[in-house]
């Protein structure tokens, strides 16, 4: 765990944790994921970099920051801690995003539990900060039914087939197409 100073009006001490979900990408947008590429660990998929690179790099410069901060943070560990960068902008090759992003998540989780917001309301507040509407927008959820590509596994020309449930209103509410 890696732990964030709190705002000086709270009083409780806490951890924010958060992980990362191995997806191996190849396009030239996607950031990259470090791993350790030892064949006998986990068929070279072992995260034992990153992992060092979150209890090292990350945390000596994170240690103490305001949790609430959470753009300070972010360009701290992508433009300056990180650094590297394609034609396509910032690919996060040296830290990893496995070990940036679960950073990131946990200091989101922390600085909502410092506003005393849930996460989803945190999230808002950082994206649309001067948004007055009590009104949230509820987001639709994507389903992945096939994998295809390159670490799929078979010959499918497409990454993922994924299905949408758009059109309602509320996750309750039958489509207006079945009314």
Same mark, same amino acid.
């Given at each position: 765990f890696l732990m964030i100073r709190r705002p000086p009006r709270s009083t409780q001490s806490r951890s924010s944790? *958060?992980?990362?979900?191995?997806?191996?990408q190849t396009g030239v947008y996607e950031a990259y994921e470090l791993r350790d590429d030892?064949?006998?660990r986990y068929q070279g998929k072992g995260v034992l970099q990153a992992v060092k690179n979150v209890n090292t790099i990350i945390k000596e410069a994170l240690l103490m920051k305001d949790c609430t901060n959470q753009i300070e943070i972010d360009n701290e560990m992508v433009k300056n801690l990180d650094g590297s960068q394609n034609e396509h902008g910032y690919n996060k090759k040296k830290?990893? *995003?496995?070990a940036i992003l679960p950073v990131s998540l946990a200091v989101a989780r922390a600085g909502a539990f410092a506003k005393k917001l849930t996460l989803?309301?945190?999230?808002r507040s950082l994206s649309q900060p001067d948004l007055k509407s009590e009104k949230y927008i509820l987001p639709v959820p994507a389903f992945n039914v096939i994998n295809g590509g390159k670490h799929a596994g078979n010959k499918?020309?497409?990454q993922e087939f994924m299905i949408l449930p758009t059109?309602?209103?509320l996750y309750t509410s039958p489509s207006p197409r079945d009314s």
């Open positions: 944790a *958060a992980s990362d979900v191995y997806k191996r030892v064949p006998c830290l990893g *995003a496995n989803y309301q945190y999230i499918l020309a497409f059109g309602c209103l």
